[in-house]
């Protein structure tokens, strides 16, 4: 077993297990007008809602094992509005003081804002850039993708300060010259838009931290959501391979079980093989978080692995099924489409390849 956890991390994960099937799972076929609030209220009595969020505010400040038992198990009952379990968390206000923990902070953690993270960039525009005058940071530039910018007060932007560097600034989504150029929904149907900045003036004391640290404070933001995709994927995954165990114990129009043929069998193992692989690596990388090791080439290398690997298990498993694993709203079909995403999302499979090379050929960083 890669989970080998204590009494404390069983009890969540069996929480966690009832918690999907008495206030998600119900809403599945015919969901509540109000869903999402009873979701919330609930998670917010059984305790889940708060491990995201500071214990300053209230919230629990959950470790990132506890965090990954709570979401891969969530993720293994392939419920509707798994999103709303969890409250609000910092990402990159996490340590802002004044003004910023008042202004933006308070307000994102009671839910009363909502914010978004502005890093990528179309190919072609210049880069995002401020110049500090007087008290306040002029910022030009474009952010593409955008999520959730739709529908946000605020986008934590990283921008290139003139003489300072790249630095994580606060930008109020009403202030005069920030523009919603377009709005799209991804392939999981996700929401997202792309902004341009003309001559913004954004308070100088909403740089996050100090001017030109932004990159650091971007990267561990980045690599918590990286550890939240790999456990949302395991959790996937053993839901996919649930649904396949008993697929492969049910007999075809000869009447034999399908999981018999050996051809179907040598996928289904090799499918448990990478589950079982994946599930090991977030298990270890958690751990190593939670001890105060330095975890950016192993977050990155979880989430490759577990990325890719739900997308390999989610395609063979409707090939395993046949044609109606392909209908719209076939489960498959949706988590085909849901898990897609994540092998671009904070950063490309291909290009996080390039820095677990870098990480240990320049730097020397990065365990095996
Ligand atoms: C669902 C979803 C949500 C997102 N949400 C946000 C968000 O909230 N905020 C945000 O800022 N961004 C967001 N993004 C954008 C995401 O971070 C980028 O899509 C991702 O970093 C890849 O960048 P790109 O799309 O510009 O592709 P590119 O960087 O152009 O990469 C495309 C491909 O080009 C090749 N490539 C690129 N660079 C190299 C290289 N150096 N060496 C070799 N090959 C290379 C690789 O094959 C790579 O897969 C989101 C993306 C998705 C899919």
Same mark, same amino acid.
């Given at each position: 077993m890669p989970e080998l956890l204590t009494p404390e991390l069983i009890k969540l994960r069996e929480d966690c297990a009832n918690f999907a099937t008495q206030h998600l799972l119900i809403h599945s076929n015919h969901p509540a007008e109000n869903a999402r609030e009873q979701v919330r209220a609930a998670a917010k009595a059984a305790g889940l809602f708060a491990m995201t969020q500071p214990k300053a505010f209230g919230g629990s400040a959950a470790g990132q094992l506890a965090l990954c038992v709570a979401r891969e198990t969530l993720a293994a009952a392939n419920p509707p509005f798994m999103d709303s379990v969890f409250g609000p968390s910092p990402g990159v206000l996490g340590s802002v003081q004044e003004p910023l923990a008042t202004s933006h902070l308070a307000p994102l953690i009671a839910g009363e804002k909502?914010?978004? @993270?502005?890093?990528?960039? /179309? +190919?072609? %525009?210049?880069?995002?850039?401020?110049?500090?005058?007087?008290?306040?940071? !002029?910022?030009?530039?474009? =952010?593409?993708?955008?999520?959730?910018?739709?529908?946000?007060?605020?986008?934590?932007?990283?921008?290139?300060?003139?003489?300072?560097? $790249?630095?994580?600034?606060?930008?109020?989504?009403?202030?005069?010259?920030? =523009?919603?150029?377009?709005?799209?929904?991804? &392939? +999981?149907?996700?929401?997202?838009?792309?902004?341009?900045?003309? +001559?913004?003036?954004? $308070?100088?004391?909403? !740089?996050?931290?100090? $001017?030109?640290?932004?990159? /650091? =404070?971007?990267?561990?933001? !980045?690599?918590?959501?990286?550890? #939240? @995709?790999? %456990?949302?994927?395991?959790?996937?995954?053993?839901?996919?391979?649930? #649904?396949?165990?008993?697929?492969?114990?049910?007999? +075809?129009?000869?009447?034999?079980?399908?999981?018999?043929?050996?051809?179907?069998?040598?996928?289904?193992?090799? &499918?448990?093989?990478? %589950? @079982?692989?994946?599930?090991?690596?977030?298990?270890?990388? %958690?751990? #190593?978080?939670?001890?105060?090791?330095?975890?950016?080439?192993?977050? !990155?290398?979880?989430?490759? @692995?577990?990325?890719?690997?739900?997308?390999?298990?989610?395609?063979?498993?409707?090939?395993?099924?046949?044609?109606?694993?392909?209908?719209?709203?076939? $489960?498959?079909a949706i988590l085909y489409r849901r898990v897609r995403g994540w092998r671009l999302a904070e950063g490309a499979t291909d290009v996080l390849k390039l820095n677990i090379g870098r990480g240990i050929l320049e730097l020397d960083k990065g365990r095996i």
């Open positions: 909502r914010s978004s @993270f502005g890093f990528t960039e /179309p +190919d072609d %525009a210049t880069p995002t850039a401020g110049v500090i005058d007087g008290d306040n940071v !002029i910022i030009n530039g474009q =952010k593409s993708y955008v999520t959730g910018g739709a529908d946000a007060d605020f986008i934590n932007a990283l921008v290139r300060i003139e003489g300072r560097g $790249p630095s994580m600034i606060v930008i109020d989504t009403h202030l005069r010259g920030v =523009k919603i150029e377009n709005k799209f929904v991804s &392939l +999981d149907g996700s929401h997202h838009a792309a902004f341009s900045f003309t +001559d913004v003036s954004v $308070p100088a004391n909403q !740089i996050i931290g100090e $001017p030109g640290e932004g990159l /650091p =404070k971007a990267m561990r933001q !980045i690599g918590d959501v990286r550890l #939240l @995709f790999a %456990a949302q994927a395991c959790g996937y995954m053993i839901w996919v391979l649930n #649904l396949l165990n008993e697929h492969l114990k049910s007999p +075809d129009k000869s009447g034999e079980a399908r999981g018999n043929k050996d051809v179907v069998r040598w996928h289904y193992s090799e &499918l448990r093989i990478q %589950a @079982f692989a994946a599930r090991s690596m977030l298990y270890r990388t %958690a751990r #190593l978080a939670d001890s105060g090791e330095n975890i950016v080439n192993e977050a !990155i290398a979880t989430k490759v @692995f577990a990325t890719e690997a739900v997308g390999v298990i989610v395609d063979r498993a409707i090939q395993l099924v046949g044609g109606t694993a392909l209908v719209e709203d076939h $489960p498959l």
